[in-house]
């Protein structure tokens, strides 16, 4: 069992910035990666930025070059660092940690934090 505490969201005028963090408690031995979806009023849920337990980094090409993701390994604690926010880039953005075990993924989810960006 892993639970996810997410903050970090507010509003931000279009070109700001935003850091989110997310931590994690309980089995964390079980993850195996960890990253950042987030989801605007009547779209799906779309993965911004994920990182492997080895370091690995991947991000969904709206955010490229804007957003980065790093992890505290002491503090158990992932961040989504968002420069020049966009007001596309509204949406409540949730946390995500994966399991990869042998009976395939598992995916544990924030409480999810609103992100909203003025125009």
């Known amino acids: 069992q892993v639970q996810l505490v997410e903050s970090g969201g507010g509003l931000v005028q279009a070109g700001g910035s935003l850091r989110l963090s997310c931590a994690a408690s309980g089995s964390i031995f079980s993850i195996n990666a960890m990253g950042w979806y987030r989801q605007a009023p009547g779209k799906q849920r779309e993965l911004v930025a994920a990182i492997t337990s080895g370091g690995s980094t991947n991000y969904a090409d709206s955010v490229k070059g804007r957003f980065t993701i790093s992890r505290d390994n002491a503090k158990n604690t992932v961040y989504l660092q968002m420069n020049s926010l966009k007001p596309e880039d509204t949406a409540v953005y949730y946390c995500?940690?994966?399991?990869?075990?042998?009976?395939?993924?598992?995916?544990?989810w924030g409480q999810g934090t609103q992100v909203t960006v003025s125009s």
């Open positions: 995500n940690a994966r399991h990869d075990g042998s009976s395939g993924e598992y995916d544990y």
